[in-house]
């Protein structure tokens, strides 16, 4: 079965950092693409950032240069260092991974960007 099991989410001021890290389990780590994903109060779910497995990224406007997306495969691990955050950059975060012909999240971590 495949587990996704995000970490690292809390309250943080603005202008400060945080680093997001999910586990994923249950597939062929190395052999799929890894998005994060995030959903803020009464707004529509949105990607914000992912990686390939060639290591190749992309980022929503609102995050590039601030954001980074990384990866470690031998331990079945993606990141997400988030610098410079805002309040609007106040969400749950989710990280995802399409296998087996679904789409597969977890169970999201509280990002809160508030003084």
């Known amino acids: 079965q495949v587990q996704l099991v995000e970490s690292g989410g809390g309250l943080v001021q603005p202008g400060g950092s945080l680093r997001l890290s999910c586990a994923g389990s249950?597939?062929?780590?190395?052999?799929?693409?890894m998005r994060w994903y995030r959903q803020a109060p009464g707004k529509e779910r949105e990607l914000v950032a992912q990686?390939?497995?060639?290591?190749?990224?992309n980022y929503a406007d609102s995050v590039n240069g601030r954001f980074t997306v990384s990866r470690e495969n031998a331990k079945r691990m993606v990141y997400l260092q988030m610098n410079s955050l805002k309040p609007e950059d106040t969400a749950v975060y989710y990280c995802?991974?399409?296998?087996?012909?679904?789409?597969?999240w977890g169970q999201g971590t509280q990002v809160t960007v508030s003084s």
């Open positions: 995802n991974t399409y296998y087996n012909f679904k789409q597969w």
């Open positions: 990686i390939g497995v060639g290591g190749t990224t």
């Open positions: 249950g597939f062929i780590f190395s052999s799929r693409d």
